[in-house]
T-cell receptor, first 111, second 117 residues
Framework: RKEVEQDPGPFNVPEGATVAFNCTYS??????FFWYRQDCRKEPKLLMS???SGNEDGRFTAQLNRASQYISLLIRDSKLSDSATYLC????????????FGSGTRLQVQP | EAQVTQNPRYLITVTGKKLTVTCSQN?????MSWYRQDPGLGLRQIYY???????DKGDVPEGYKVSRKEKRNFPLILESPSPNQTSLYFC????????????????FGPGTRLTVL
């Protein structure tokens, strides 16, 4: 079983739609969680951290459910520029590997 | 400008010909790491370094070497490349911190697309 699992998609949604991605992780000792965004053939970049109480950044909302070991990302009012692959990332603790990446969920927002 | 740079960006080579991919960061980060990215497999860590002269294996270290003689540089060495090392490679760096919601933010280089024939 992969340490971090995501639905690869693609999710094809019209502009203005709300779309949600889920991600599950297997290590219950995981300490911190992130969503990264990766545009085609480009490097991943941090989109937002995921806090236990849930957090929002503009049109993006991230939530964490430790009991069920899953993380979600909600994008409201999708824009064409949101088209990208979204990587779920988990930090299992201090030092060593630092981050474990999911293989990503691809989003295509259509006009 | 704070950044991670990698060179070369694109490389086509032949089996067995030693190569080095350079990585440099100007953010004074302690932690540096190499990943490879393959379709359907996501980013997999090859090697990482927590500081100068401190390196360790990640998930897929076979066929690779690294060194960390200076804080800013972390080259990836393929002594005898093989076709299964054809991939997109990313170098990343971050501050080394334990715990905390922001401790895992990593800054990535632009990637090196390697093809081994």
């Amino acid at each position: 079983r992969k340490e971090v699992e995501q639905d690869p998609g693609p999710f094809n949604v019209p502009e203005g739609a709300t779309v949600a991605f889920n991600c599950t992780y297997s290590n219950s000792a995981s300490q911190s969680f992130f969503w990264y965004r990766q545009d085609c053939r480009k490097e991943p970049k941090l989109l937002m951290s995921v806090y236990s109480s849930g957090n929002e950044d503009g049109r993006f909302t991230a939530q964490l459910n430790r009991a069920s070991q899953y993380i979600s990302l909600l994008i409201r009012d999708s824009k064409l520029s949101d088209s990208a692959t979204y990587l779920c990332v988990v930090n299992t603790g201090a030092g060593r590997r630092a981050l474990t990446f999911g293989s990503g969920t691809r989003l295509q927002v259509q006009p | 400008e704070a950044q991670v740079t990698q060179n070369p960006r694109y490389l086509i080579t032949v089996t067995g010909k030693k190569l080095t991919v350079t990585c440099s960061q100007n953010m004074n980060h302690e932690y540096m790491s190499w990943y490879r990215q393959d379709p359907g497999l996501g980013l997999r860590q090859i090697y990482y370094s927590m500081n100068v002269e401190v390196t360790d294996k990640g998930d897929v270290p076979e066929g690779y070497k690294v060194s960390r003689k200076e804080k800013r540089n972390f080259p990836l060495i393929l002594e005898s490349p093989s076709p299964n090392q054809t991939s997109l490679y990313f170098c990343a760096s971050s501050l080394l911190a334990s715990g905390g919601a922001r401790s895992g933010e990593q800054f990535f280089g632009p990637g090196t697309r390697l093809t081994v024939l």
